[in-house]
């Protein structure tokens, strides 16, 4: 599990290096773990609940900011 969490450690830095806010990035990849995580939804409700540290807002916020980034 060890080895599994440090491989994700370095996805996400590789995927979310270039964002500048620290927080997106922590967003970024609470997300990710949350799309990985067993469920049928992969919507932000489900994902926040089924996450520790899963924030319905701040998810939200995460992907609204991000595709507004990438959609420029």
């Known amino acids: 599990m060890e080895r599994l969490r ?4 370095e996805f996400v830095a590789d ?10 990035r922590q967003w970024g990849e609470c997300c ?7 469920g049928r939804r992969k919507s ?4 926040a609940e089924r996450l ?3 924030n ?3 998810l939200q ?4 900011q991000s595709c507004g980034i990438r959609c420029r």
């Not at 995927?15 to 806010?21: A, E, I, K, N």
């Open 6 to 9: 440090g491989e994700l450690a």
């Open 15 to 24: 995927v979310f290096g270039s964002v500048p806010r620290r927080d997106l």
């Open 32 to 38: 990710l773990r949350g799309l990985m995580l067993d």
């Open 44 to 47: 932000i409700q489900p994902m």
């Open 52 to 54: 520790p540290d899963g």
């Open 56 to 58: 319905m807002q701040a």
């Open 61 to 64: 916020q995460f992907v609204n």
